[in-house]
């Protein structure tokens, strides 16, 4: 395992009067899966949304290598990023939802060349070739040309992968990527999932998948009620638990 | 209860593709009769009236004056549209900022549009110099710097466009708010998270989206609107409607002139349908509907 690449460093964030996260510190480094588990309303979508500021913090920072994401310092106090250098940092990052969120108005290839050509202007030859490598190793190669709407599930949150690995992402956030999806289309997306793992791909993933979090994961994180209760390597907290709460909530899943 | 295990039902002996449908309820052919008589019976009053005068209606249809008026009308319409969608987009875009008094300001703009008459705003623009004599770009205090009549600034046709646009906007600004908010925030965010700047995120993501919700009723209300524009014969404007009516205030030819303007109003929609279909397909993509 490489160096660190993305560092929260006491993250707390509030919705009104209900603190979601409540001082969060978390090292992810280069190649490394970590997974995220936890009750629902744990605060593990929030979580992931901070790192690649789709929620801004209320206190405490997150690093990628060693840039403060969503921030700049000034005169002792933390300012937030316009736009431009969000939308640039936010690059950086992969993200992949529950729901898909592909462009029901593009082709699935669309999808994959609209950011490589829009954010990082590569020309359109670049782009397609890369995109169609990308679909091909997803296993979509054939559907290049068909609407999202025509497609699986499982298809779709494959293309939704190939669409954030268009933008060479540094870290890959996933957020239970295969919740919404028919049991027997699980396995089809946790397959990509794997393959990229094996392949280097630094990723934070949010899931209920016990299996693939002890099969895959370098490091489980339990989270409860917006703190980390427990971590450690997959194997040994998935296997062996020393938290009460971390025992209940693998015994529900189960 | 016995169980009788019954051969396996054979199919008819008969050619199945010879069919024909169920036969329609009688109440369908009294209908097709009623409809068919009442047709008949206008049509033979439209045609044998002696107060119709088919004649007249050919020979005013193309006429120079009728034309002016008909050009006069799609002018007004195009025009008072575009401020209409401009103002619209704006008043929708005020509407869903975080800033209160933003979105309480484009509130109420729709509040008061949409609850007074639109004749009540052509005769108050048209009238505007009864309020506001003239009109002044002064330094407080100090020297005015231009100084015109109303009347002349605000003429008849003027009055009409910003009658007709400022409410067409308080109508539009409903359309196109409806269109945003039925974007799926998710593709927002996904956007978002691809490094796509607001703008981008807009652009490509969001407006193609929304603009399929849109363009249906925005067509309607380029069909209202080209309608609604008759109202400004009241300010003497002479629009399609107005045209007629001059024409048969000296002629007296009352009914076939209305003909000849419903003709070109029923024309100019029909173009509008046609329009607004191919603009629907064309923004379906994806859909399933393209
Ligand atoms: N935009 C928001 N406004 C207000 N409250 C929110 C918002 N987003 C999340 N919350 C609240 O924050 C808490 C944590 O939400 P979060 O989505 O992070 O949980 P989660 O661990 O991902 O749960 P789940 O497993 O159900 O997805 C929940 O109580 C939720 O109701
Ligand atoms: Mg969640």
Redesign the pocket.
């Known amino acids: 395992m490489g160096e660190t690449v993305l560092r929260l460093r006491d993250v707390h964030k509030s919705?009104g009067r209900?603190e979601?996260l409540r001082g969060i510190d978390l090292d992810v480094a280069e190649g490394e899966v970590v997974c995220l588990l936890?009750p629902?309303?744990?605060?593990?979508?929030?979580?992931l949304r901070t790192i690649n500021h789709l929620e801004p913090l209320d206190r405490g920072a997150v690093f990628l290598r060693d840039e403060l994401i969503g921030y700049r310092e000034s005169g002792g106090r933390l300012v937030e990023l316009g736009d431009r250098e969000l939308a640039r940092q936010r690059a950086r990052f992969g993200m992949v939802f529950q729901g898909f969120n592909l462009f029901p108005h593009m082709t699935v290839l669309e999808n994959v060349v609209e950011a490589p050509l829009r954010v990082r202007r590569e020309s359109p030859a670049v782009a397609r070739t890369r995109a169609v490598d990308l679909l091909t190793s997803v296993g979509l190669a054939d559907r290049a040309d068909a609407y999202p709407r025509h497609l699986s599930g499982g298809q779709q949150q494959r293309v939704a992968i190939a669409r954030a690995l268009a933008m060479s992402p540094a870290v890959l956030l996933f957020d239970?990527p295969t919740s919404a999806l028919d049991p027997e289309l699980v396995g089809e997306v946790l397959d990509v999932m794997r393959h990229l793992a094996a392949g280097g791909m630094t990723m934070v993933v949010?899931t209920h998948e016990i299996t693939f979090a002890r099969d895959v994961a370098d490091r489980a994180v339990f989270?409860d009620h917006g703190t980390i209760i427990e971590q450690g390597p997959a194997a040994d907290v998935l296997e062996r638990p020393r938290e009460r709460r971390t025992r209940e909530f693998l015994t529900h899943v189960r | 209860m016995t169980t009788e295990t019954r051969p396996p039902a054979a199919p008819p002996r008969v050619d199945t593709s010879r069919r024909t449908r169920a036969p329609l309820h009688l109440g369908w052919w009294l209908a097709a009769a009623v409809i068919g008589l009442t047709l008949l019976n206008i049509g033979s009053v439209v045609v044998r009236s002696p107060n119709l005068d088919w004649s007249v209606v050919w020979e005013y249809f193309l006429s120079t004056d009728v034309l002016a008026g008909l050009a006069r009308t799609v002018e007004l319409t195009a025009i008072a549209m575009a401020c209409g969608i401009v103002g619209g987009v704006i008043l929708a875009v005020m509407r869903l900022s975080p800033v209160p008094v933003v979105s309480w300001a484009a509130k109420s703009y729709v509040w008061f549009f949409r609850g007074t008459p639109l004749l009540v705003h052509i005769l108050f623009w048209y009238n505007l110099a009864a309020l506001v004599p003239a009109i002044a770009v002064e330094i407080p205090f100090g020297p005015t710097l231009f100084e015109v009549d109303t009347n002349d600034l605000i003429t008849p046709l003027l009055a009409a466009v910003i009658a007709l646009g400022l409410n067409e906007a308080a109508y539009m600004a409903e359309v196109v708010r409806g269109g945003l908010l039925s974007v799926d925030p998710g593709q927002t965010e996904a956007a978002k998270a691809l490094g796509m700047t607001h703008r981008q995120t807009l652009r490509r993501v969001v407006v193609p989206q929304a603009l399929r919700v849109v363009i249906p009723p925005t067509g309607n209300q380029v069909i209202s609107m080209l309608k609604a524009s008759a109202l400004v014969s009241v300010t003497s404007t002479p629009e399609l409607l107005y045209s007629v009516q001059v024409i048969y205030n000296n002629n007296f030819k009352t009914i076939p002139l209305l003909v000849v303007a419903s003709a070109w109003y029923l024309i100019v929609t029909s173009v509008l349908y046609v329009v607004q279909h191919h603009l629907e397909r064309r923004f379906s993509r994806g859909t399933g509907r393209g």
């Open positions: 919705y209900h979601v936890g629902s309303g744990s605060g593990k979508s929030t979580l239970e949010v989270l």
